[in-house]
C-alpha cells in the first residue's frame, strides 16, 4: 500500500469508487492500525534523537525531515482510511515541521514538547480506534498548541545571507523553498559552498550520479542537484551540484575529482566577515563526552541483569494468569511488565547505540594502508567503499581491522593480476577491490570483493594434499577444496611475499571473525574475481537465542550462528565415511546428535528430527534436537571452572523460571563434529 | 493527432491519479516518470507535447527539471504544468518565474485539471 495520500475526497469519478475512504472493516482496520503503530514508533524514536541534539545546539537537517515524511505518511494513510480525528491533527503537526524545516520556526525544547503532545495524542487516537472501531477523542488542545507556535513563526528574511556568496543567480533560482533554508543555513555555520560539476552518459547518469553522491555526502551536504541543459543526447548530460563542506578545497578535490567531475567553490563575498563571526568564546565547542569501554561494558551488565529480572517477571505474570481469583491482578502485572519491557528494550537500545561506530573508521585506515602495499607489490587498483555509515559494535570494529587488512592484502597478492597480464585477459589496467558494509536484520554483512584472477579449486586442493592436510586420494566438494584455504599453515603463494602469503593469513582472519560470533564466506570465479562475505551480529553484550529441549535438557543456541531449523524425515539421513549427513538443497550437511554428545538418556524416536542447521565462520552443521521451545534474549554467564574444559558449552543463562541453563558453544560443537571425521 | 504528455511524479498513487485524468481526455496519451531522473531519461526518447511535474521529488527537484527544459535547445518549446501543495506557495511561483505555463494545487478536482491542460495547450 501507498503511504502516498491520493486526494480522495476531491478525486474524478471514475476513481472515487476505488478510493479507500470510509473502508472501514475489520481487516483494513487491522492493517492501518499495524501501520499508523509502526509510524508513531519510529516518530517517537526520531523526535527523542531531534530532542538530544536540540539540547546539544545543533539538529541534523535529515532529523526533521524523517519526522515530517513520517507524519506526512501517517496524515496519508489516516486520510484514505478515513479517520479523520487522525489525519486533521497529523495535519496540522504537519504544517508545524513544515515551517520548522524551512527554518520559520525555530526547533525548541518548546517545539518538540508540542510534538510530543501531538504524537501521544495521536497514540491515544489510534488505540481507540484499535477499541472501539472509531475515534472520539477531542485534539482540541493539542490542536490549540501548535497553532499558537506556528502563529509565532517568522518570516524567512534571510535572503540576504545568500547575497553573501558569489553565486550564479541562475543557480539560486531553481532552489526549492527548502533547499534555499539549507543553503542559507550553510552559509549561517560557515562552511564552504562548492560546486561540483559531473558530466555522464545519459543510459548510466543515474547510477553514476549515485556514486558521487555517496562520496559527496560524506564531506557534506549536497544542497541541490541541477541537471544543465544545452548538451545533445549523444554529448551526454551535465550536472552541477551545490555542496556544503566543512572540508577545504584540496580534500573534497581529491576525494571526488577525474575526468567526468570537477569541483569549484563559490567564495564568500566578504571574507573578512569570517573573523567577525568568530567572537571569541570561552566555552567548548565540542558537545561530546570521551567514555572508557569498559564504563559502557559496566552498563551493558546491568542492563543484562534487568534483562534476566524481565524474563523473571513475564514469567511470574505468565503463572499468575493460569491462577484461579488473580484476574485483575494478573491484567495489572502482565500490563506493568509489558511496559517495563519495552523501556528496558529502550534503554538496551540506548546503551547499545552508544557502542556503536560507523565502520568507515576502519575504511579510512585501511585505505592509506592499502594504498602504501599496492604500490609495494607493483599493482594499481581503485579501492571503493560502500557503506562506511554501517554501525557496529565499538570492539567488534576494532577486532575486524586485522582480518580486512588480511583479505585485502590477498586480493593484492593473490587476487589482483598484474597490469600486464590484466591487459592480455582484456581486464582494465587498474584493478578494482572494492568494500561494501551493509546492515541485515540484526546482523552487519561486511564484504571484500575483488576482480582478479579467482581461486583456482584444483590448485588449492594439490597444495593441501602437498602440506599433507588432506589425502590424495579424499573427495572433495568444491565448497570443500575452497575451505581448505581456512586451514592453519595453508598458503597458495608460490613465492612468499612481504605482504601476505606467509600461511598465517586466512586461519588467523577465520578465528578472529568466529570469535566475534560471525560467518565468512567465500564466493569465486575463475578469471573474474573473489568476493569473502564476512556477517556478523551487531553486539556481543546481549544475544539472541533459540531454546530447545534436547531429552531431559533445554540449552540455548546463540541466534547468531543459526541459520534455519529444518523437520526432516529420517529415512533422509544417509551414512557417508562413518558421518550421519542430510542432503539440503544440493550441499552436505553433517549431524550432530546432541543427545549422545552429552550423554544424555536417548530421545524418543519420532518419524521425523528437527534440525537446527548452525554455522561458524565457512563451516556449517546440523544440530539434532526434540523440540524448539523459542526465542529469547539471554545474557551469557561464565560456568564455573570444573565445567569450563567441557567442549561445546559457552556458558550459562538463566531463563525468566529460575531455571538455569547451558548455551551451547556452536564453534566447539563443530570442531567436535569435524574431528569425528577425521 | 494524439498529443503526448509526460508525468513526473515520485508519488505512484498521484501520477496514477493524473494519467487518468489526463488519459480521459481524447486523444491524450501518457507516459510515466516516477524521478526527475527518471524524466531527463525519457525526454530523449520521443516527442513530448506537455509536461506535468511534481515539486519535490528526492532527486532533481521540478524546478530543476523546468529550468533543464527551458534552457536545452530541444525542449524549451515543450509547455509544463506545476502540480504542488497548497503550503508551496513560494515554490509554485518560482517555477512560473522559470517558464511553467500553469499550475494546479493539490488535491484538485478532475475537470480542473483536463481544463488548465486544454487551455495549455491552446485548445
Redo the contacts between chains.
Keep these: 500500500m501507498?503511504r502516498?495520500?491520493?486526494?480522495?475526497?476531491?478525486?474524478?469519478?471514475?476513481?472515487k469508487e476505488n478510493g479507500l475512504a470510509g473502508r472501514k472493516d475489520e481487516k483494513s482496520k487491522g492493517e492501518f492500525l499495524a501501520e499508523a503503530e509502526d509510524i508513531l514508533d519510529d516518530l517517537n524514536q526520531h523526535l527523542i534523537q531531534m530532542e538530544e541534539m536540540v539540547e546539544a545546539g545543533s539538529v541534523d537537517p535529515d532529523a526533521v525531515n524523517a519526522i515530517f515524511r513520517g507524519v506526512h505518511s501517517l496524515k496519508g494513510l489516516s486520510g484514505m482510511f478515513g479517520f479523520e480525528g487522525v489525519s486533521g491533527l497529523s495535519h496540522r503537526l504537519e504544517?508545524l515541521l513544515?515551517a520548522m524545516r524551512l527554518g520559520k520556526i525555530d526547533i525548541t525544547r518548546e517545539a518538540t514538547s508540542v510534538i510530543f503532545a501531538a504524537l501521544d495524542r495521536l497514540k491515544e487516537l489510534s488505540e481507540e480506534i484499535s477499541r472501539t472501531g472509531s475515534e472520539h477523542a477531542d485534539t482540541s488542545d493539542v490542536t490549540a498548541m501548535i497553532d499558537s507556535l506556528v502563529s509565532s513563526r517568522q518570516a524567512s528574511g534571510k535572503k540576504s545571507l545568500i547575497d553573501e556568496l558569489a553565486i550564479d543567480p541562475?543557480m539560486v533560482?531553481?532552489?526549492?523553498?527548502?533547499?534555499e533554508h539549507r543553503l542559507k543555513e550553510n552559509v549561517k555555520a560557515r562552511n564552504s559552498i562548492f560546486i561540483v560539476k559531473a558530466r555522464f552518459d545519459?543510459a548510466t547518469?543515474?547510477k553514476d550520479?549515485t556514486v558521487l553522491n555517496d562520496r559527496l555526502k560524506g564531506m557534506g551536504e549536497i544542497v541541490?542537484?541541477?541537471?544543465?541543459?544545452?548538451m545533445?543526447?549523444e554529448e551526454g548530460?551535465e550536472f552541477n551540484m551545490l555542496l556544503g563542506s566543512k572540508e577545504p578545497m584540496e580534500k573534497l578535490a581529491a576525494e571526488v575529482e577525474g575526468p567526468r567531475v570537477s569541483v569549484q567553490e563559490i567564495k564568500y563575498k566578504a571574507d573578512e566577515k569570517k573573523a567577525e563571526a568568530a567572537a571569541p568564546s570561552l566555552r567548548s565547542l565540542s558537545k561530546t563526552v570521551r567514555v572508557d569501554i569498559s564504563r559502557l561494558d559496566h552498563l551493558m551488565n546491568i542492563v543484562g541483569e534487568l534483562v534476566l529480572s524481565k524474563n523473571m517477571i513475564s514469567q511470574l505474570s505468565k503463572d499468575l494468569r493460569g491462577l484461579q481469583g488473580f484476574t485483575g491482578l494478573a491484567v495489572d502485572l502482565h500490563k506493568a511488565s509489558r511496559t517495563f519491557e519495552r523501556k528496558l528494550g529502550e534503554l538496551q537500545e540506548g546503551v547499545i547505540e552508544v557502542r556503536m561506530v560507523p565502520i568507515g573508521q576502519i575504511f579510512t585506515r585501511l585505505t592509506q594502508a592499502v594504498r602504501k602495499y599496492a604500490g609495494d607489490v607493483g599493482k594499481d587498483i581503485d579501492l571503493d567503499m560502500l557503506g562506511e555509515d554501517t554501525e557496529l559494535d565499538k570492539l567488534m570494529v576494532e577486532d575486524m581491522s586485522d582480518p580486512l587488512m588480511h583479505l585485502i592484502r590477498n586480493a593484492l597478492d593473490h587476487g589482483i593480476e598484474p597490469p600486464a597480464e590484466r591487459l592480455r585477459r582484456g581486464k582494465p589496467e587498474k584493478g578494482l577491490i572494492r568494500l561494501d558494509a551493509y546492515p541485515k536484520g540484526n546482523r552487519v554483512v561486511i564484504s571484500v570483493e575483488d576482480d582478479g584472477a579467482g581461486i583456482d579449486y584444483e590448485k588449492v586442493r594439490r597444495i593441501a594434499v602437498d602440506k599433507g592436510l588432506v589425502q590424495e586420494s579424499e573427495m572433495l566438494t568444491r565448497r570443500e577444496m575452497l575451505d581448505l584455504i581456512f586451514l592453519p599453515g595453508f598458503s597458495t603463494s608460490e613465492k612468499v611475499s612481504e605482504v601476505s602469503g606467509r600461511g598465517v593469513g586466512m586461519d588467523v582472519v577465520k578465528k578472529n571473525v568466529s570469535k566475534l560470533s560471525g560467518m565468512i564466506d567465500i564466493d569465486t570465479e575463475i578469471g573474474k574475481g573473489t568476493t569473502f562475505t564476512i556477517t556478523l551480529p551487531i553486539t556481543l553484550a546481549i544475544i539472541k537465542a533459540l531454546i530447545v529441549e534436547v531429552s531431559t535438557e533445554t540449552f540455548c543456541v546463540p541466534l547468531s550462528s543459526v541459520l534455519e531449523s529444518l523437520m526432516i524425515k529420517r529415512d533422509r539421513i544417509a551414512t557417508i565415511e562413518k558421518r550421519e549427513v542430510v542432503s539440503i538443497r544440493g550441499e552436505t550437511l553433517p549431524l550432530l546428535w546432541l543427545d549422545r554428545v552429552f550423554g544424555l538418556p536417548k530421545s524418543e524416536e519420532g518419524e521425523s528430527i528437527y534440525v537446527v542447521v548452525v554455522g561458524v565462520a565457512e563451516r556449517r552443521l546440523g544440530l539434532v534436537v526434540d523440540r524448539l521451545v523459542g526465542q529469547q534474549e539471554i545474557v551469557i554467564k561464565s560456568i564455573g571452572e570444573k565445567l569450563k574444559n567441557i567442549p561445546g558449552l559457552a556458558g550459562a543463562t538463566e531463563l525468566g523460571d529460575n531455571e538455569v541453563v547451558l548455551v551451547l558453544d556452536v564453534e566447539s560443537l563443530i570442531d567436535e563434529a569435524t574431528q569425528r571425521r577425521v | 493527432m494524439t498529443k503526448s504528455v509526460l508525468i513526473v511524479e515520485d508519488s505512484r498513487a498521484m501520477r496514477g491519479l493524473i494519467r487518468a485524468t489526463v488519459e480521459q481526455m481524447p486523444g491524450f496519451a501518457t507516459h510515466e516518470a516516477g524521478s526527475g531522473f527518471d524524466a531527463l531519461k525519457a525526454l530523449p526518447t520521443r516527442h513530448f507535447d506537455l509536461i506535468i511535474t511534481d515539486i519535490n521529488m528526492p532527486d532533481i527537484n521540478g524546478l530543476e527539471l523546468i529550468s533543464f527544459v527551458k534552457g536545452h535547445p530541444q525542449y524549451k518549446d515543450i509547455p509544463l504544468i506545476v502540480v504542488s501543495t497548497e503550503r508551496s506557495e513560494e515554490d509554485r511561483k518560482r517555477g512560473l518565474s522559470l517558464g511553467a505555463s500553469g499550475y494546479i494545487v493539490k488535491p484538485f478536482k478532475g475537470e480542473e485539471l483536463q481544463e488548465l491542460v486544454k487551455k495549455v495547450l491552446g485548445e
Design positions: 501507498s502516498d495520500r491520493a486526494p480522495v475526497p476531491t478525486a474524478p469519478a471514475g476513481l504544517s513544515d541562475a533560482s531553481v532552489l526549492t523553498e527548502y533547499e545519459l547518469f543515474d550520479l541541490s542537484t541541477l541537471p544543465s541543459s544545452g545533445s543526447p548530460i
